[in-house]
């Protein structure tokens, strides 16, 4: 069994051990004389000092309330310096250096606006297999119907009118029995669908 040494012998005598050490020294001053004697010899030296206390009277003149405020103010200048020594020459490097979460924000940002320039970003020409000139006509007595990739239009004599497809070129072509052509285009920006019909009575 070990016994007690100086500061666990004093701290007994005045109570001030944890729980556990407390029923330890209990147990061991219960069956060691000597650590009891010691025990006891602190608590003999602390009563003599109580008795002589009262007696002493500090002085007036000092303000207990100043002194806590500037060692307290002491105890954070000394944290204040040492963790200024802890981080002496660190900080630069710290400062150059990403670190990992924000190095995994940035790569998820940049992800996000890759992904986003690809799905909603500019669209690309779709390159559509055009026929050549008049890709559908139908001839009605001197009137001419015809469909190309400008758009639908009629023609007599060598006079006529077309309907013209601002956006993009004609993607579909009908040609009706009862006499009439019809065209229809796909906005590219927007995805509106747009028929232009000509027919004759």
Not at 69 to 84: C, H, P, Q, T, Y
Not at 151 to 166: C, T
Request: glycine share 8%; with cysteine; net charge neutral.
């Amino acid at each position: 069994m070990r016994h007690l040494n100086d500061s666990e012998a004093a701290l007994a005598s005045s109570g001030d051990l944890s729980f556990f050490a407390h029923l330890r020294s209990k147990a061991h001053c219960a069956v060691c004389k000597s650590c009891r004697m010691r025990v006891e010899l602190f608590q003999q030296d602390a009563e003599r000092v109580r008795r002589i206390v009262p007696e002493f009277e500090l002085p007036r003149s000092m303000d207990w309330g100043e002194i806590e405020r500037e060692m307290f103010a002491n105890v954070r200048l000394g944290l204040d310096v040492s963790e200024i020594r802890s981080d002496f020459g660190k900080r630069g490097e710290s400062e150059r250096a990403i670190s990992w979460p924000g190095a995994v924000s940035i790569a998820t940002l940049t992800a996000i606006v890759i992904t986003g320039w690809f799905l909603a970003g500019p669209r690309t020409q779709q390159y559509l297999l055009h026929a050549p000139r008049a890709v559908a006509q139908v001839k009605s007595g001197a009137l001419i119907l015809q469909g190309d990739e400008n758009g639908v239009g009629v023609e007599s004599r060598g006079v006529g009118m077309i309907l013209r497809n601002v956006s993009s070129a004609s993607s579909r072509f009908e040609v009706g029995l009862e006499g009439s052509v019809r065209s229809s285009v796909v906005d590219q920006d927007s995805g509106q669908v747009t028929v232009s019909q000509i027919y004759v009575e």
